[in-house]
T-cell receptor, first 115, second 111 residues
């Protein structure tokens, strides 16, 4: 399977500020990357799907102006949480997939705490 | 709407006590059913993909099976290191590549 990294692994920010989370595919050309959010003791909820070089497709109820996604290359996608609020505190996880493949391989996740 | 239901929510086993986890699904044309393992504070780790009813896959103490309505993850003679949350997810055959996850089964294996 693919090796996926995320940076940072955890971050604390103040309400109203923005924070950027990076997702890197280290050994795999990720034509598609996915961003998920997981609240405590809940399962993963898809936020958006991004294809390299294209605009991301957001799930219903996810604000595209608040969660900015950029997938500029086959190895890097970023998620920027703008004007963060305490309710945005969560575990954010990215996954990667290649063209035609079924499986998704997940990163280790980023714990965001907004104070 | 695709739906995945996992049971039980939590399971406590003694080391060596075999059991099965259930994943029931409703999906528009199943493209694939996936099992993942997730440890606390970490991302899901890929275990298996199943594509069609009747298919089975094995890895060490784990065996996954698939029918037209559900999948089972059988754990044979579990060890404490098998303690984790096991997630089931489906991918629909609609061209949409996103996964729909169940809520998971938290497994605890006691020595």
């Amino acid at each position: 399977g693919a090796v996926v990294s995320q940076h940072p692994s955890w971050v604390i920010c103040k309400s109203g500020t923005s924070v950027k989370i990076e997702c890197r595919s280290l050994d795999f050309q990720a034509t598609t990357m996915f961003w998920y959010r997981q609240f405590p003791k809940q399962s993963l909820m898809l936020m958006a799907t991004s294809n390299e070089g294209s605009k991301a497709t957001y799930e219903q109820g996810v604000e595209k102006d608040k969660f900015l996604i950029n997938h500029a290359s086959l190895t890097l996608s970023t998620l920027t949480v703008t004007s963060a609020h305490p309710e945005d505190s969560s575990f954010y996880i990215c996954s990667v997939s290649s063209s035609g493949a079924y499986e998704q391989y997940f990163g280790p996740g980023t714990r965001l705490t907004v104070t | 709407e695709d739906q995945v239901t996992q049971s039980p929510e939590a399971l406590r086993l003694q080391e060596g006590e075999s059991s099965s986890l259930n994943c029931s699904y409703t999906v528009s044309g199943l493209r694939g059913l996936f099992w993942y393992r997730q440890d606390p504070g970490k991302g899901p780790e890929f275990l298996f993909t199943l594509y069609s009813a009747g298919e089975e896959k094995e890895k060490e103490r784990l065996k996954a099976t698939l029918t037209k309505k559900e999948s089972f993850l059988h754990i044979t003679a579990p060890k404490p290191e098998d303690s984790a949350t096991y997630l089931c997810a489906v991918q629909a055959g609609t061209g949409r590549r996103a996964l729909t996850f169940g809520s998971g089964t938290r497994l605890q294996v006691q020595p």
